[in-house]
């Protein structure tokens, strides 16, 4: 898809809704506009910042017991002492 875009005297230009629904952002998203080579841009969706509920689970490995918070303690513990 190729798209003319024109620039107002703000320096702002106005990107066509198919070109958004592409990039798959809707108004009051964000984008990034990335130099990467003279003359050439590359524009995408800006990464948003990651959410908690996102981060949950993330570590849990399929059959691995859960463990006590005393163990988890303990962990750290040898962890922040430099022990393995």
Do not use: H, Y
Request: net charge positive; charged share 35%; with cysteine.
């Amino acid at each position: 898809m190729k798209s003319t875009l024109k620039i107002t005297s703000k320096g702002q230009v106005t990107f066509r809704k198919e070109v958004l629904e592409q990039l798959g952002v809707k108004p009051g998203d964000k984008i990034t506009v990335e130099l990467v080579s003279p003359g050439r841009v590359e524009v995408r969706p800006a990464e948003t910042p990651a959410k908690l509920e996102a981060f949950v689970g993330c570590l849990k490995k399929p059959g691995a017991r859960k463990l006590s918070i005393e163990e988890m303690n303990e962990i750290a513990r040898k962890g922040w002492a430099g022990e393995r």
